[in-house]
């Protein structure tokens, strides 16, 4: 059973939509979440969340955290062909629990 | 589903120690990847393999070696661990394809302590 889930797998937008990504996760010793874009070889770090309800933000870019509710989303206004690529999100569980991805949010801009 | 298991999730070593760390993918993926993630970083990628006995550095290989004799196994050597290298070592893999599908997916990483 998966214990982070990402939706959807998959979206098609146009250039200059706003797109709403979504992670949800379970329970377990939770200690952060973690968003990635990839679209080379190394996923490329986005944000760390750890505390609920403070959004962090980053130019087109922002994130937030609902620990209350179990999951974050990952925001992306005014879409540009350059924002097309998997975005992954992962939980920190901490100790010896590891790191857990989601399977990822293939997102496609079209011009 | 892909499964890629690491050797150990949490693991204590002294400095100057040899260690490996070992990934296993059962999906017959031809590429394999070493990540190390520490907090403020993200993820950075040590070595990858798109093939069996054929490696490339990453960004970060100073101090690691990395083997490949099989597909499915992909090893990561600390020649002489030092504390510099206490982190979270993730494994991925991914088949071959275009960058947009080329999905890559994560073992559960192991903690490396380096005492």
């Known amino acids: 059973e998966d214990k982070v889930v990402q939706s959807p797998l998959s979206l098609v937008v146009h250039e200059g939509d706003t797109v709403t990504l979504n992670c949800s996760y379970e329970v377990t010793n939770f200690r952060s979440l973690l968003w990635y874009k990839q679209e080379k070889k190394a996923p490329t770090f986005l944000f760390m969340l750890t505390s609920s309800g403070i959004e962090k933000k980053s130019g087109r870019l922002s994130s937030i955290l609902d620990k209350k509710e179990l999951f974050s989303i990952l925001n992306i206004t005014a879409t540009q062909t350059g924002d097309s690529a998997i975005y992954l999100c992962?939980?920190?569980?901490?100790?010896?629990?590891?790191?857990?991805f989601g399977k990822g949010t293939h997102l496609i801009i079209q011009p | 589903d892909v499964k890629v298991t690491q050797s150990s999730r949490y693991l204590v070593k002294r400095t100057g120690e040899k260690v490996f760390l070992e990934c296993v993918q059962d999906?017959?993926?031809?590429?394999m990847f070493w990540y190390r993630q520490d907090p403020g970083l993200g993820l950075r990628l040590i070595y990858f393999s798109y093939d069996v006995k054929m490696k490339e550095k990453g960004d970060i290989p100073e101090g690691y070696s990395v083997s490949r004799e099989k597909k499915e196994r992909f090893s990561l050597i600390l020649e002489s661990a030092s504390t510099n290298q206490t982190s979270m070592y993730l494994c991925?893999?991914?088949?071959?394809?275009?960058?947009?599908?080329?999905?890559?997916?994560f073992g559960p990483g192991t903690r490396l302590t380096v005492l």
């Open positions: 992962a939980v920190d569980w901490g100790g010896a629990d590891g790191l857990t």
């Open positions: 991925a893999s991914s088949p071959p394809g275009r960058l947009l599908t080329d999905t890559q997916y």
């Open positions: 999906m017959d993926h031809e590429n």
